[in-house]
C-alpha cells in the first residue's frame, strides 16, 4: 500500500500531462460529441465456469452510449447495456439454475445457470492516438476506457429474485474513420467487466472460499456517429470566382487566439513538392481542398497535407469543382 498511492498519483499526473498537451491541439472544427451502438458475445469467467463446456458460458450482449471528448485526448460517456450471463452451479436450488441436472466426468451433478443483466456506467476515455502524436491527425482512434456502474440481475425461472451489484469495466476500442469529415466511425472493441459480487454462482450460500471477484471478457462491433460544432468554409473558400494566385488572408481574434484564413493554390501535377510554410507556433484547424475527389491531383494534395508539419493535425474536406493542369486551391483555417 506504500508504494500503490505514489505509482497511481504518478500515473494520473502523466495521464494529465498528456491531455494537455493535446489540448493545446484542439482543433476548432473538431466533432466533439458522439453516440455509439455496439453488439457482441462474451463468457462469463466466475465459480464453476469450468463444470460444463466452455460454450455453455458464451453469450450475447448489446450496448448504446452517448458522450464527449472534452478535449482531443480525454473524454467521457455514459453507457447502458443489456445481455445474458451464462454459467454453471452445482446447487440445485439456485436461484439463477436452468435446465436440466448434468454430471461431470467424476459424478457431481451440476446445472446450467442464466441470468439477464442490465448495466448502467460512467466511462472515462483515453484518446492513445492522440496522446502519442498529439499534433498527428489519423483516420483511426484506439482508445482506452474505464468505467464503474451498477448491474441489475433478473433470475431467470421468475421467482422475484434479481440481483443489485457495482460492476467495474475496462475496454480497449479500435475506431475507423469513414470519409474525411470523419463523422461516423467503425467500431471493433474488447472489453472485460468484473464483479464483487452477488452473482456469483454462489448467490446465497455464503460459501466464502467463492471468487472475491468474477469476471467476463467480451469482443463486439459498432459504429459510433459524431456531431457539435464545427467551423465554416469561410466566404473566400465558397467563392468559385476566387483564382488569385498570391495567397489572400483574412483574420479575427477571440478569446486570446488569432484565427486566419489563408487562400493558396499549389501545383500538384508537376510531381515536385509544393513548399508552404505558416508563421511559427500556428496550428492549423481545418483545410478544404477545391476539387473533385477523384482527381489524382486532389488525391496528392491529400496526402501532401498529412505529411506537413503544420497541417498535420487539420481536418481535410474536398469540395467544388477541379482545377486545370494540376493546380489544387487550398483554404487553410489555422490559429496563431
Known sequence: MSTLIPRLLTMITAIALACG????EHQLGETDFMASA???M???RGDYAKLGDFSGTVSNHYSVGIGKWVVPAFGIKIEASYGDYRGYTPYEDDAYRCGMAMRTADGQEYWKMKTQVWD?????LWDLTRIAHPRRASMYRLTLGVGLGMVHHLNYRGQGISSNELAAHAALQYSRFIGDSKRISVDARISADFYPSSFDLEHGQFDYRAQRVDWAIGVSVGVTAYFGRRSQPSQSAQSSGMAEARPVRQQSISKGATYQNLS???DFGSGAEPELSLAPGAIATMVHIEGEATDPAVERAKEWVRRHPQLSAATV???GASQLGGKVRLNINFMH
Open 21 to 24: 498537451v493535446a489540448a493545446q
Open 38 to 40: 455496439m453488439a457482441g
Open 42 to 44: 462474451h463468457t462469463f
Open 120 to 124: 448502467a456506467s460512467g466511462w472515462l
Open 264 to 266: 493558396v493554390e499549389l
Open 317 to 319: 474536406l474536398v469540395y
